[in-house]
């Protein structure tokens, strides 16, 4: 028969193993004798089946600016010069008040200079002062009335500029908990805190590079108006109101990497009233219609609604659309929050590349349905090009390649765990006196003495980047859509909407959008740093030192232990088998 005879202590967390084997009657005085020394050691450790639980406190961390391709800060810059007026609580006043308060006291009781001759004389005899004899009369001359204007404001042009190579910032919130003994250990103890880190929240915001410069119209306004009015006899009235508010930060001129926009975001759907392509090329296939010969034909437009092939001659001609292509450089901003356990993520895409077909303008070139758009070229000569457009329903539909980034962002909670005395750490031969570490992989431990621990925190975390492209099919509807255009050398001087009667209800264009087909190209990960070190809560544990009588009953029992070793290799040299 097999038994296994096993003391376990749980006040010092640790396995007193006794013996494990077979004849447990042949082996009984030996194990017993173990047994018995680990029931005396379980009884020096003591028991701490309760524990104190630990918060490390606020730990809020912080990252602004660091580089989405790398560790290190990336490279952003951002710049402004205002030219014009600005002032703070300056008060202009109108009008005025004329006269005053006055407060003149008069004796009307006849007696009054008889007594104050008596009371100057003979005080002994003249008594109290006769009440309310003085009579106090008080006269309000003023008259008139007054305005005032207090304000602040800021009216002028800023001119500025912003650079950013790619850049990440991110927020991490943590909680440290832990279970502390609820009274003071055994040098003896060993020691396991239970350490453990829950990550709360947390955010990610990211912006893909970007180049920038604007011009901007700023007219800031805000204050007060107070007025005033008197009447001689009548006293005032006066009140206050507040100036209306006017905040205006309105984009003059803007050019990034794609385009120059004018009076961006000014139509509806944040539109710029003209833009003129940079980086952000077009081509517009149309079917032509000219009245010179040849009568039909095609053309092929460019950036800014330049002509770069046509088998219609120069001169005014109507048009339908039957395809465009566009390229452009993304501009991605993301941004998201904790989507799991550990992880903050978040994503974004923008368009690459689009090639629609114009299904309006292909159904009345191919269908011989009547048009419901037309394009009306009123100006083509060499530099110049002046164009209308009006469709009645305008519908396209094809590919859309883009640009995708994924970040997931995985922090860990670290710590430099400092003592403030000496303590065996479980695995090193010195004792020590700081340890740092992952919170949660915090070591077990034994103390010397009483001991207070100071931790400091920080964030080691891993950035993934996935880098990719996207696929998928889009179609828009419009409704009532119109645009004018005008170019000189290939830049648009004038453009007007495209606007439609889907843009002025607010409603949206998409007729259908697939899911997209999702390509990784590039992923890659590396720490992401910026987090400062916070100083967590400290701690203290307290040690007793063991009774002279437990020292002793620990005595007896290794006293115990040596003699019937020495017992059992005698009989084992006698030849008894086991």
């Given at each position: 028969m097999n038994k296994d005879v096993v003391g376990k202590s749980i006040a010092s967390n640790r396995n007193c193993v006794v013996f494990k084997g077979s004849g447990i009657s042949t082996f009984w005085p030996r194990a017993g004798a173990i047994a018995a020394t680990c029931a005396l050691l379980m009884l020096s450790a003591g028991a701490h089946a309760a524990a104190i639980a630990y918060d490390a406190g606020t730990l809020n961390f912080e990252s602004t600016g660091q580089s989405m391709w790398g560790t290190?800060?990336?490279?952003?810059?951002?710049?402004?010069?205002?030219?014009g007026t600005q002032w703070t609580n300056k008060t202009a006043s109108f009008g005025g008040i004329a006269g005053s308060v006055t407060s003149t006291t008069v004796n009307t009781n006849p007696l009054w200079a008889a007594w104050w001759t008596c009371k100057n004389t003979i005080d002994v005899l003249c008594g109290d002062e006769p009440a309310k004899w003085p009579v106090t009369t008080t006269v309000d001359t003023r008259?008139?009335?007054?305005?005032?204007?207090?304000?602040?404001?800021?009216?002028?042009?800023?001119f500025g500029y912003s650079i950013d190579s790619g850049s990440v910032d991110s927020t991490v919130q943590f909680s440290a908990l832990a279970d502390l003994p609820d009274a003071p250990v055994e040098t003896t103890d060993i020691i396991d805190l239970n350490a453990n880190s829950l990550l709360d929240s947390g955010t990610i915001e990211t912006q893909s590079p970007k180049v920038e410069a604007y011009i901007s119209a700023i007219m800031q306004l805000s204050g007060s108006v107070n007025a005033k009015a008197c009447g001689i006899l009548l006293g005032c009235a006066e009140g206050s109101t507040a100036i209306p508010t006017v905040d205006m930060d309105q984009r003059i001129l803007s050019v990034d990497l794609n385009s120059l926009k004018v009076l961006d975001g000014i139509l509806p759907g944040d539109e710029p009233l003209a833009e003129v392509p940079i980086l952000n090329q077009s081509l517009t296939l149309e079917g032509a219609a000219s009245p010179l010969p040849p009568y039909a034909g095609f053309k092929l437009t460019g950036p800014g609604g330049l002509t770069l092939a046509s088998t219609v001659p120069p001169g005014p001609a109507v048009s339908v659309d039957l395809a465009e292509i566009e390229v452009q450089i993304p501009d991605i901003e993301t941004s998201g929050t904790k989507s799991g356990p550990g992880t903050i993520s978040s994503s974004g895409r923008d368009d690459f590349l689009s090639a629609q077909l114009d299904l309006d303008g292909a159904a009345t070139l191919l269908g011989g349905l009547p048009p419901l758009g037309l394009?009306?070229?009123?100006?083509?000569?060499?530099?110049?090009?002046?164009?209308?457009s009006l469709d009645l329903i305008d519908a396209d539909a094809g590919p859309v390649l883009g640009i995708t980034q994924k970040f997931d962002l995985v922090p860990t909670l670290m710590v430099e765990l400092a003592f403030s005395n000496p303590l065996q750490i479980a695995g090193m031969l010195d004792p020590q006196t700081s340890?740092?570490?992952?919170?949660?992989?915090?070591?077990?431990?034994?103390?010397?003495?009483?001991t207070t621990f100071s931790p400091t925190y920080w964030i080691d975390a891993m950035l993934t980047n996935d880098f990719g492209i996207d696929l998928g099919l889009i179609g828009t509807l419009d409704v009532l859509k119109l645009g004018a255009t005008a170019s000189v050398a290939g830049v648009e001087v004038l453009g007007i909407g495209p606007i439609s009667l889907n843009g002025l209800l607010g409603l949206g264009n998409t007729l259908f959008e697939t899911d997209k087909l999702d390509f990784s190209v590039y992923d890659f990960s590396f720490g992401l740093g910026g987090f400062e070190r916070i100083a967590g809560n400290e701690f203290t544990i307290g040690v007793r030192v063991p009774e002279p009588g437990t020292i002793g009953m620990l005595l007896i029992g290794l006293f115990a232990m040596g003699f019937l070793r020495r017992r059992y290799e005698s009989t084992d040299r006698k030849g008894y088998a086991f």
């Open positions: 290190g800060a990336a490279f952003r810059k951002e710049e402004s010069v205002f030219v008259t008139g009335a007054e305005l005032k204007v207090t304000s602040s404001g800021k009216v002028g042009l800023e394009n009306a070229t009123l100006i083509d000569i060499p530099g110049i090009k002046v164009e209308a340890w740092t570490g992952k919170w949660s992989d915090l070591p077990d431990f034994s103390l010397f003495e009483t």
